[in-house]
């Protein structure tokens, strides 16, 4: 088991970055894949992206794809996603989690952070 706590979400113009940052604890978090999910209001938890346990593999929603990048450092138990040209339909609350494999569906994933909320304003 990996608890997760997210940070770095926040509000921001369209067109924008933001940086999300997830912690994670535990020594077994470099034997994990890690997803990023959003959830808008109203809507069902959304794909956004994977990474492998070593970096070497990553996926991405279509909707992202070219904006966003996620990325992990080992050494610090921290899986980074880095999202360039905002758009107000990214406004949700993000999610990292973990995962044996890296996937694309939510119930892959066995452990999750609380979340951390990106607002875009148009």
């Known amino acids: 088991q990996v608890q997760l706590v997210e940070s770095g979400g926040g509000l921001v113009q369209a067109g924008g970055s933001l940086r999300l940052s997830c912690a994670a604890s535990?020594?077994?978090?470099?034997?994990?894949?890690m997803g990023w999910f959003r959830q808008a209001p109203g809507k069902e938890r959304e794909f956004v992206s994977t990474?492998?346990?070593?970096?070497?593999?990553?996926y991405y929603a279509d909707s992202v794809k070219g904006r966003f990048t996620i990325s992990r450092d080992n050494a610090k138990n921290t899986v980074y996603l880095q999202m360039n040209s905002l758009k107000p339909e990214d406004t949700a609350v993000y999610y990292c989690?973990?995962?044996?494999?890296?996937?694309?569906?939510?119930?892959?994933?066995?452990?999750w952070g609380r979340g951390t909320q990106v607002t875009v304003s148009s």
């Open positions: 989690a973990a995962s044996r494999v890296p996937a694309g569906n939510w119930e892959a994933y066995t452990d």
């Open positions: 535990g020594r077994t978090f470099s034997s994990y894949a």
């Open positions: 990474i492998g346990w070593n970096g070497g593999t990553s």
